[in-house]
């Protein structure tokens, strides 16, 4: 197959600190997908469940889906009674979390300030799930109430399309101890210290790409099922890196559909150099020379579906801290032969 290969674009001098030096070794990911296992556990060894009692070792970016689950049954008859009082199903929780109702005797309803969420306290004492692959994986902890706020937000449904069914959530946050056995189900699942969570919708993506198209859901799946968003916790560098592109960075996705403007300068090459692509391998490893920084290359090699030809790319991403973030953006990368 003829590999085109072009000078590498340098990257903006302006980030704080200067990219490391991409060498044209191959590279391989050696991290698999972890099998998440639930086994039973005792309460007795079991961690704390107040957020300042949460021991960070390492930090979690995680992509799943969210569930509630109740530590008492008591605690689930006080979410039934109130779905009744509403006259909404006992599931609709972003409803009765959400409702909002005045103070006895105020007559003003417009003012904000004389009305109160009454279910409210419900949602403060649920135990939020976050599930991976079909897997409990994390017991979610809202740092303060701006998080359990964000955490409520997430079970809102889109009116636009209810059924959607890859909504994910992306957790991030610090991992702590084990959950007691009442907020984890009796299943040995971690605490996590959220400091942000927020929802991520892949039609939202492909109508912001290019509408509904096939091609455009294609390129999606080909770019997810390369990075195993899907199956991985969230928690190693090489995995947090991955996350982070997958819903942070919409270029990969957009290199795919021919809509890329940087790298190689598409404005002055043909229509067919602008074909559409799929993504044909990736590759992940620590930079060299970081100068103290945890820095995680990505190499991706895109594949034009008509004419065969390959082009690789490569972008950073800082991982030293809780959040990860772009260090250097996709440029133009030449692989060895």
Not at 318 to 337: C, G, K, Q, R, V
Request: contains cysteine.
């Amino acid at each position: 197959m003829e590999q085109e290969q072009t000078p590498a674009i340098s990257v903006d001098a302006s980030l704080q600190t200067p990219p490391a030096e991409v060498s044209a070794e191959p590279v391989t990911d050696n991290t698999s997908a972890p099998v998440l296992q639930a086994q039973p556990i005792d309460s007795a060894d079991a961690g704390p469940a107040l957020v300042d009692e949460l021991v960070a070792d390492e930090f979690v970016y995680a992509a799943g889906k969210l569930r509630l689950h109740f530590p008492t049954i008591g605690l689930e008859k006080e979410c039934e009674a109130a779905a009744q009082e509403l006259g909404v199903a006992p599931t609709e929780y972003h409803r009765i979390f959400s409702e909002k109702t005045r103070y006895p005797g105020s007559r003003d309803s417009s003012s904000e300030a004389i009305s109160y969420r009454p279910y409210r306290y419900i949602a403060e004492q649920v135990s939020w799930i976050l599930t991976i692959d079909g897997q409990d994986a994390y017991v979610l902890v809202p740092q303060s109430v701006v998080e359990l706020n964000e955490f409520i937000n997430c079970l809102k449904v889109d009116e636009d399309d209810p059924m959607d069914n890859d909504r994910q959530i992306i957790a991030i946050g610090e991992l702590g101890p084990m959950a007691p056995s009442d907020l984890s189900g009796d299943t040995a699942l971690r605490m996590v210290s959220c400091k942000h969570v927020y929802p991520f919708s892949y039609k939202a993506l492909e109508k912001e790409l290019d509408g509904n198209s096939n091609s455009t859901t294609s390129a999606i799946s080909s770019v997810l099922q390369l990075l195993k968003v899907r199956q991985n916790l969230g928690q190693n560098d090489f995995e947090r890196a991955k996350n982070f592109i997958a819903y942070r960075y919409l270029d990969i996705y957009r290199l795919s559909l021919g809509q890329y403007q940087g790298g190689r300068n598409y404005d002055n090459q043909s229509s067919v150099d602008q074909e559409e692509c799929f993504l044909a391998d990736l590759q992940t490893r620590y930079a060299d020379n970081t100068a103290g920084r945890e820095l995680v290359d990505l190499i991706f090699t895109y594949q034009k579906k008509v004419s065969g030809r390959q082009y690789s790319y490569y972008l950073s991403v800082d991982t030293t801290e809780m959040f990860p973030f772009l260090h250097a953006p996709l440029s133009d990368y030449i692989p060895s032969n």
